[in-house]
């Protein structure tokens, strides 16, 4: 039996640029992958099975496209059966499918000795999920295009976060639509790019009092679920130092000074599914 954990992620910054002419936005955003965790196993067998704790049909769970995609890849003839105990939300914005999805790929390589580069682990994977290259590529990126454009970056210091989800989840394909983003390029590009940089260097260097976040996502879903803002001002007023919505929502962060501090604010979140974690470090 061979094992793995697949790590949640969060966006300190998400910039929709523009809607490209494949129906997909292009992004500009700074991702970290965090301490919470979904456990995936894999056993040899004659067939492809996954056993799960997760709601989703085996046909639309992005291990089994992952599977489908290596196997496509490589010809190779294999069975594989997969143990998913999910514990990274389906629906926050926390990327637990697209983590899933490359932890399989990178097991796989490994588990069927396919040696593969991650070059071509990121190509497999970039054609099922946007989100997937930033995962083999941990643990903090700036990802650009799609999701496919990936530039891994360094950062030695780790930061307390409280995840709030609401009882309800946000399809990604509907937040991005609610925006009603023309295809031209926007005007703000670099001084997107800029800001862009400049979180990472205040989050390389600590600065927690000057970190500016934000999420274009945040403000159409917040619209339709004025939920999201209330949690996102309760983070605050239990004196998260910054909060923001993560990816296309519905979970909530906020960037606490430490663990006590994280937990004595989660105590305000009776109802809601809450979660104390860090940041992961390279």
């Known amino acids: 039996m061979f094992t793995i954990l697949a790590p949640a992620k969060i966006n300190w910054a998400l910039s929709v640029i523009r809607k490209r002419s494949d129906g997909y936005h292009d992004i500009l ?12 196993a894999f056993e040899e067998s004659d067939n492809i099975e996954i056993q799960t704790n997760s709601t989703i049909r085996m046909e639309n769970n992005l291990v089994y496209k992952a599977i489908i995609a290596l196997k496509n890849f490589t010809g190779i003839k294999k069975g594989i059966r997969v143990t998913l105990k999910k514990e990274i939300p389906i629906g926050g914005g926390l990327g637990g499918g697209s983590s899933d999805a490359a932890s399989t790929l990178k097991a ?8 593969l580069s991650l070059e071509n682990l990121i190509q497999i994977g ?13 643990p903090i990126c700036i990802i650009e295009g799609r999701g496919e ?7 030695d210091k780790t930061y307390t976060l409280l995840l709030v989800k609401p009882s309800f989840g946000i ?3 509907w937040a991005y639509e609610s925006l009603n983003l023309k295809t031209q390029l926007t005007e703000n590009y670099e001084k997107i790019n800029n800001n862009i940089w400049q979180l990472y260097q205040n989050l390389k260097k600590g600065d927690i009092e000057n970190l500016y976040l934000w999420n274009d996502l945040e403000v159409v879903v917040s ?7 209330m949690i996102k001002k309760m983070l605050i007023k239990a ?11 519905a979970t909530l962060f906020g960037l606490f000074n430490d663990e006590k501090e994280a937990l004595e604010a989660s105590e305000f979140f009776k109802g809601y599914w809450v979660k104390v974690v860090k940041t992961l470090a390279s």
Do not use: C
């Open 108 to 115: 796989l390589n490994e588990f069927w000795r396919l040696k």
């Open 239 to 249: 004196g998260a130092k910054a909060s923001l919505m993560s990816g296309s929502g």
């Open 223 to 229: 619209k339709q679920y004025p939920e999201i803002e």
């Open 126 to 138: 970039a054609s099922i999920g946007s989100d997937i290259p930033f995962f083999l590529n941990l």
């Open 171 to 173: 399809s990604t394909k």
């Open 29 to 40: 955003s700074i991702v970290q992958a965090i301490d919470l965790y979904d456990y995936l």
């Open 149 to 155: 454009i990936v530039k891994p970056l360094k950062i």
